[in-house]
C-alpha cells in the first residue's frame, strides 16, 4: 500500500466543527492541510472559525440530512474533483434515567451518533475513492469499552460507531481506503460542560485535538486518549461479567432517581 498523502497536500472535510473537539481540531489542522471544510448546523458559530484561516470553507450541513451532506460533497467535488480525509466528528451525548425510560431520546441519539456517521460516510465515499489514498476517521468514544450507567443509548450509539468503522475497514482496504476510530476519554466541551458527575482524567480539547492529528498522522487504526484512562477502562471492560457488572452497578444512580421519584410523587 502508498504512503498516506502528506497532510499539507489533503482536502479534509469535518464535520461537527463549531465547538468542542471540533473547532479545536480546526485551529490545528488548517495551518497543516491543503484545504478544510468544515460542517455543522450552526453556520454563526462556523464563520468566526473560518475566518481565523485563509484555507478554511464553511460547508453548512446537519448529518441527519442526507441531502444537506451530499450538497457539501458537491462543492467539494467541483472544487478540488477528490476527497483525501474525512473526520466524521459530530456527535450528541444524552443520558438515560431508567426511571422514566423514553424511547425518543435513544431515537435522537442514535440518529444523529449512528445514522449522521453512516450519511457522512454515503456523501463522503465517493469522494474518497477518487483520492489516491482516501481516509476515513469516525468518532466514538472510549464509553464503548464498558457498559457504563445511564449510557445505554449513547454507549450504544458508540458502540455502533466502533463496529461500523472496523467492518468498514474490512471492505475499504481493497479500495486503498484507510480508516480509524476515535476514542476520547473525557474532554472539556460544551458536551461534557453540562455532566454532573466526576469527570477523571479530564482534557482541553486543545490536547484532544493534538492526540487526534498525531494519530491521523500516523494512520493509527485506533486513536484513543489519554492513554491511562482508557487503558484502565479497557482493563475494567475486560474483567469477568460478574466483577464488571459490580462495579458498573456501584455507579449507577438508580436509588437516587427512585428516592427523587418517590420524593416528587408524594408532594404533589
Ligand atoms: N467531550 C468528550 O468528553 C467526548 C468524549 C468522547 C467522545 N466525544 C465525541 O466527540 C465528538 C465531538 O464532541 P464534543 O465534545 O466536541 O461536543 P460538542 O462541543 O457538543 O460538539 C458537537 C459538534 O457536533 C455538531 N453536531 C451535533 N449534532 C449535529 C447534527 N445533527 N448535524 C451537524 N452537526 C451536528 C455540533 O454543531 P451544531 O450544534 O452547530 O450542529 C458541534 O459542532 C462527538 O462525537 C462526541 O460524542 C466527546
Given at each position: 500500500?502508498?504512503?498516506?498523502?502528506?497532510?499539507?497536500?489533503?482536502?479534509?472535510?469535518?464535520?461537527?466543527?463549531?465547538?468542542?473537539?471540533?473547532?479545536?481540531?480546526?485551529?490545528?489542522?488548517?495551518?497543516?492541510?491543503?484545504?478544510?471544510?468544515?460542517?455543522?448546523?450552526?453556520?454563526?458559530?462556523?464563520?468566526?472559525?473560518?475566518a481565523r484561516h485563509d484555507n478554511v470553507i464553511i460547508a453548512t450541513a446537519d448529518i441527519t440530512d442526507e441531502e444537506s451532506l451530499y450538497k457539501v460533497a458537491k462543492i467539494i467535488d467541483e472544487k478540488y474533483g477528490h476527497l483525501d480525509t474525512v473526520i466524521a466528528n459530530a456527535?450528541?451525548?444524552?443520558?438515560?434515567?431508567?426511571?422514566?425510560?423514553?424511547?425518543?431520546?435513544?431515537?435522537?441519539?442514535?440518529?444523529?451518533?449512528?445514522?449522521?456517521?453512516?450519511?457522512?460516510?454515503?456523501?463522503?465515499?465517493?469522494?474518497?475513492?477518487?483520492?489516491?489514498?482516501?481516509?476515513?476517521?469516525?468518532?466514538?468514544?472510549?464509553?464503548?469499552?464498558?457498559?457504563?450507567?445511564?449510557?445505554?443509548?449513547?454507549?450504544?450509539?458508540?458502540?455502533?460507531?466502533?463496529?461500523?468503522?472496523?467492518?468498514?475497514?474490512?471492505?475499504?482496504?481493497?479500495?486503498?481506503?484507510?480508516?480509524?476510530?476515535?476514542?476520547?476519554?473525557?474532554?472539556?466541551?460544551?458536551?461534557?460542560?453540562?455532566?454532573?458527575?466526576?469527570?477523571?482524567?479530564?482534557?482541553?480539547?486543545?490536547?484532544?485535538?493534538?492526540?487526534?492529528?498525531?494519530?491521523?498522522?500516523?494512520?493509527?487504526?485506533?486513536?484513543?486518549?489519554?492513554?491511562?484512562?482508557?487503558?484502565?477502562?479497557?482493563?475494567?471492560?475486560?474483567?469477568?461479567?460478574?466483577?464488571?457488572?459490580?462495579?458498573?452497578?456501584?455507579?449507577?444512580?438508580?436509588?437516587?432517581?427512585?428516592?427523587?421519584?418517590?420524593?416528587?410523587?408524594?408532594?404533589?
Amino acid at each position: 500500500m502508498s504512503n498516506p498523502i502528506p497532510l499539507d497536500d489533503q482536502v479534509i472535510w469535518l464535520t461537527g466543527a463549531s465547538s468542542g473537539i471540533g473547532e479545536a481540531l480546526t485551529d490545528a489542522l488548517a495551518p497543516r492541510c491543503r484545504a478544510l471544510f468544515i460542517s455543522a448546523r450552526s453556520e454563526d458559530k462556523l464563520k468566526p472559525l473560518a475566518a481565523r484561516h485563509d484555507n478554511v470553507i464553511i460547508a453548512t450541513a446537519d448529518i441527519t440530512d442526507e441531502e444537506s451532506l451530499y450538497k457539501v460533497a458537491k462543492i467539494i467535488d467541483e472544487k478540488y474533483g477528490h476527497l483525501d480525509t474525512v473526520i466524521a466528528n459530530a456527535g450528541t451525548c444524552e443520558y438515560v434515567d431508567v426511571t422514566d425510560f423514553d424511547a425518543a431520546l435513544f431515537r435522537r441519539v442514535l440518529d444523529t451518533n449512528v445514522m449522521g456517521l453512516v450519511n457522512t460516510t454515503a456523501a463522503a465515499l465517493p469522494l474518497l475513492r477518487k483520492s489516491e489514498r482516501g481516509y476515513l476517521i469516525g468518532v466514538g468514544s472510549s464509553v464503548s469499552m464498558l457498559a457504563m450507567p445511564r449510557a445505554q443509548a449513547y454507549g450504544a450509539s458508540k458502540a455502533a460507531v466502533a463496529h461500523f468503522l472496523e467492518s468498514m475497514k474490512a471492505d475499504l482496504t481493497a479500495m486503498n481506503i484507510d480508516v480509524s476510530l476515535v476514542s476520547p476519554g473525557f474532554v472539556k466541551t460544551p458536551l461534557t460542560d453540562v455532566n454532573d458527575f466526576p469527570m477523571p482524567m479530564r482534557i482541553s480539547a486543545e490536547k484532544a485535538a493534538d492526540a487526534i492529528i498525531d494519530g491521523i498522522e500516523k494512520r493509527h487504526w485506533h486513536i484513543h486518549f489519554p492513554k491511562t484512562f482508557t487503558r484502565i477502562l479497557w482493563f475494567i471492560g475486560q474483567l469477568p461479567a460478574f466483577l464488571r457488572h459490580r462495579i458498573t452497578a456501584s455507579m449507577s444512580r438508580t436509588d437516587e432517581a427512585l428516592k427523587q421519584r418517590h420524593a416528587q410523587e408524594s408532594d404533589s
